[in-house]
């Protein structure tokens, strides 16, 4: 299996998060939303697999390069 990590790509506050460990994802799926200087963006699956770990919180400050979720595939 191959692990992937997904960072963000910008600094901001996790707005909403679209699925929950275990879940089966496909690849582009939404996974979290981001909200930074009041535009919303969309994480999004790299691959089709399964969302082994989410590593913050709806609410949480996040970092630009910050691991938010990991999808094996």
Known sequence: MTRHVINADITGTVF????????????????????SMKMEIPVE??????VTEILVAEGASINEGQPLI????
């Open 16 to 35: 909403k998060i679209e699925t929950a460990v275990g879940a089966a994802v496909d690849v582009g799926a939404t996974l979290i939303v981001l909200e």
């Open 45 to 50: 699956a790299p691959a089709a697999g399964k």
């Open 70 to 73: 990991v999808v094996e595939s």
